[in-house]
Structure formats: structure tokens, C-alpha cells
């Protein structure tokens, strides 16, 4: 049985909300001192024993393909690349030509969420997603799960006191999308979420470290922790 542990990071994004701050580059590739973001990602992934990431590429993708080459800091790199936007259903549904195993990790290339990949665990579950827990917040919606830590409902966009949010970091099984007739262009948040209970989704709660550089002040403060 192949025990390989492979990953999927989204690095699609344009950057639109940080163009004011970064030049034109792909938003994984967003400078953090002396290298990018996406650098950060794949160490923390190295560190989590994967050995085999796609990076499902799109928006001026050959930057970050000249960047990190076919391997880094020993694991190998693939690269899913999106011929026009597909939206992050569709660059998951696409990077799984290049997945070997029966499950597999996803993540954002402009997020960091510093979690023990180990403790998400399938069980009798499709998908296992990690929790963030947040105090007063209305940028994302929030997640409610049950005592036995399954998915009972997700929560729109308003503020929020107290509540668990979506930290972007899966652990799925590859079968996940056969028995659905999907177009080519999707997002997998809105698929996620409208067929949860079907995957009896799981999660696992992590008070850990969490940063979205998708907007200056916390790209700015990913910068200042990394100095």
C-alpha cells in the first residue's frame, strides 16, 4: 500500500485585494523578506512528512514554477496548471490527475495555518477539515459542529463574537466528486457546504497559529512576525 502523503495547494489567486502592496505576482508568491509566502507553506508541509505536493497553478504560474522547481527541501513538486480559472473546486477536481493516493491534503497558498496534519483523521467520514477558533470577527462565515466534532451547519458572513472558522487546511478522500456531475469551473467552499452532510464531514479544532495574507494589515503581519 502506498503510503506516500501528498498534498494539493491551491495557488490560483490573483492578489487583487493586495495589488496596492505587492507587485504583480501571483498571491503565493507575495515577498515575505527574502522569499515568498508559498515557501513558507512547503516548509511547514515538509515538516508534516508530506513528501509529494501539486501546486494547481493559473495566474502567471511560470513565476512560481521558475521559483521552485520540480523539487523542494526534498519533496516533489507537480504542477496542475489551470488553462483559464477554474475556481478552487475546479483547480482540486483538475490537480487530481497528479494524485496517487485514495486521500489527500488540501490548502490555500495564501493562507498559513500552523496544524499537526496527523490529527485530521477520515474515519467513516469523506473530508476532515481543520477549525480555527476566533473571538469577534466578520470577514468569514462560522462552523458549527456537533460533540462527537461532525459538521452540523455552516454559518453566513456577520460578526461574530465567539465561533469556530473554516482554516482551509482538508484532509479528503479522492473519490470525494464521482458520484456528482460537476462543470469545469466550481468552488469547492460552496460544494463543500452544500453537500457536507452527505460526507458526513468530520473536523478537528486547532488553536494554532492562522494567518490569510489576502489583505494588507495581515500580509503586513505575517511580514513583521517573520523578521
Not at 523539487?71 to 490527475?97: C, D, F, H, R, V
Not at 463574537?161 to 466528486?177: D, E, M, Q, T
Amino acid at each position: 500500500m502506498d503510503t506516500t502523503k501528498e498534498a494539493i495547494i491551491l495557488c490560483g489567486g490573483l492578489g487583487t485585494r493586495l495589488r496596492s502592496v505587492i507587485s504583480d505576482v501571483p498571491k503565493p508568491m507575495a515577498p515575505i523578506k527574502n522569499k515568498p509566502f508559498l515557501a513558507f507553506v512547503l516548509e511547514y508541509l515538509k515538516k508534516q512528512n508530506i513528501s509529494r505536493v501539486v501546486l494547481a497553478v493559473s495566474y502567471k504560474y511560470e513565476i512560481i514554477q521558475e521559483y521552485f522547481g520540480n523539487s523542494y527541501l526534498g519533496m516533489q513538486i507537480l504542477y496542475s496548471i489551470e488553462k483559464e480559472p477554474l475556481g478552487t473546486g475546479g483547480a482540486i477536481l483538475e490537480a487530481l490527475n497528479l494524485i496517487n493516493s485514495d486521500s489527500y491534503y488540501v490548502l490555500n497558498g495564501d493562507t498559513f495555518f500552523d496544524v499537526n496534519l496527523d490529527r485530521l483523521k477520515l474515519d467513516n467520514s469523506d473530508i476532515c477539515v481543520a477549525l480555527k477558533p476566533m473571538k469577534n470577527f466578520d470577514r468569514y462565515g462560522s462552523v458549527d459542529i456537533d460533540n462527537n466534532s461532525y459538521i452540523s451547519a455552516f454559518n453566513e458572513k456577520k460578526f461574530t463574537s465567539n465561533g469556530l472558522i473554516n482554516g482551509g487546511v482538508y484532509l479528503i478522500k479522492k473519490n470525494i466528486f464521482n458520484s456528482f456531475n460537476l462543470p469545469n469551473k466550481f468552488s469547492f467552499e460552496e460544494f463543500f457546504q452544500e453537500n457536507f452532510l452527505i460526507f458526513n464531514a468530520k473536523a478537528t479544532v486547532f488553536d494554532d497559529y492562522f494567518i490569510d495574507i489576502g489583505i494588507p494589515q495581515d500580509y503586513k503581519a505575517f511580514i513583521d512576525k517573520n523578521s
